[in-house]
């Protein structure tokens, strides 16, 4: 069973700053999705990526398959950016859906 | 164009009672999912239908049934309600086994 470790569990900062989450997994997948769970309780998805970076306005989604490591970045951050970021991955082989880390809990004060 | 739609939002069941949780999606997908959502805990798959006629289990699937009734509606049902059942429940769905994913808004479900 894979393994997904989300650090930190919990930031705060200030409006304006540049934010890092990272996301590190223990066995090999196909892809890795970052999510965005609102203070509402709704799950947005943000990325799906399998190599490299993807980039959608403010937000840039890193990774590193061979150091089984993926960031999520936010500049410029905001306080409409507060939410659960949540990190989940599709291992390999036949097995579907997806394995989950706890999520970081961010709070971007104004 | 809804997405992805469950019934009821929230729930407050006896133990030992029975009852269906809904989910509906219009976006035409062939791969749907149930997860439950507890504190302190990532989400876990309860189930999951790779297409229509088809449902396997996930991580977590004791005490729970599923009925992937056409290719837009997959249900869950608890048939004996335990407390250990109180959680947040999100249907999701996708084009394809490994494509993004789409959430419901979930349901609130408090088992006494």
């Known amino acids: 069973k894979n393994e997904v470790e989300q650090s930190p569990q919990n930031l705060t900062a200030q409006e304006g700053e540049f934010i890092t989450i990272n996301c590190s997994y223990s066995?090999?997948?196909?892809?890795l999705h970052w999510l965005q769970q609102h203070p509402g309780g709704g799950i947005v998805s943000l990325f799906m990526?399998?190599?490299g970076k993807k980039k959608h306005g403010r937000l840039i989604a890193t990774i590193n398959i061979q150091e089984k490591h993926s960031s999520l970045h936010i500049t410029a951050s905001h306080p409409r950016d507060s939410a659960v970021y949540i990190c989940?991955?599709?291992?390999?082989?036949?097995?579907?859906?997806?394995?989950f880390g706890k999520g970081t809990h961010l709070i971007i004060q104004p | 164009n809804a997405g992805v739609t469950q019934t009821p939002k929230f729930q407050v069941l006896k133990t030992g009672q029975s009852m269906t949780l809904q989910c509906a999606q219009d976006?035409?997908?062939?791969?749907m999912y149930w997860y439950r959502q507890d504190p302190g805990m990532g989400l876990r798959l309860i189930y999951y239908?790779?297409?229509?006629?088809?449902?396997d289990k996930g991580e977590v699937p004791n005490g729970y049934n599923v009925s992937r009734l056409n290719k837009r509606e997959f249900s869950l049902r608890l048939e004996s309600a335990a407390p250990s059942q109180t959680s947040v429940y999100f249907c999701?769905?996708?084009?394809?086994?490994?494509?993004?994913?789409?959430f419901g808004p979930g349901t609130r479900l408090l088992v006494l």
């Open positions: 999701a769905s996708s084009g394809t086994r490994r494509e993004t994913q789409y």
């Open positions: 066995v090999g997948i196909s892809a």
């Open positions: 990526l399998s190599s």
């Open positions: 989940a991955v599709h291992s390999g082989g036949g097995a579907d859906g997806l394995t």
């Open positions: 976006m035409n997908h062939n791969s």
């Open positions: 239908s790779a297409s229509e006629g088809t449902t």
